[in-house]
């Protein structure tokens, strides 16, 4: 079992920055991808940035084309532990945004997400 714990969110201003931070415990040994998803009222929970963690994919980015050049994702000193730097942030970035860790397992990856923060962006 993996927990994630989030923290970060909050209330920003358009135009502004917010770093969320997203620890991971428990059974990290075979934890292969972190990521970030938000999910809007209204909407599907949608992909925002991931992290490869170990092996051949450690350390390759992916984003979302609504956060690229905006959005930074990157791994902490503390292993396991994972940033999203939000700067330049939209009206549309408000959404809850929850942490995800996958597992590597056979026959398909284990996925584990946190509770999940608020981040709200005042026009």
């Known amino acids: 079992q993996v927990q994630l714990v989030e923290s970060g969110g909050g209330l920003v201003q358009a135009g502004g920055s917010l770093r969320l931070s997203c620890a991971a415990s428990?059974?990290?040994?075979?934890?292969?991808?972190m990521g970030w998803y938000r999910q809007a009222p209204g909407k599907q929970r949608e992909l925002v940035a991931s992290?490869?963690?170990?092996?051949?994919?450690?350390?390759?980015?992916n984003y979302s084309d609504s956060v690229k050049g905006r959005f930074t994702i990157s791994r902490g000193d503390a292993k396991n532990t994972i940033y999203l730097q939000m700067n330049s942030v939209k009206s549309e970035d408000t959404a809850v945004y929850y942490c995800?860790?996958?597992?590597?397992?056979?026959?398909?990856?284990?996925?584990?997400w946190g509770q999940g923060t608020q981040v709200t962006v005042s026009s």
């Open positions: 428990g059974s990290t040994a075979t934890i292969r991808k």
């Open positions: 992290i490869g963690i170990g092996g051949v994919t450690n350390g390759v980015t």
């Open positions: 995800n860790a996958a597992e590597m397992r056979f026959p398909r990856p284990v996925e584990y």
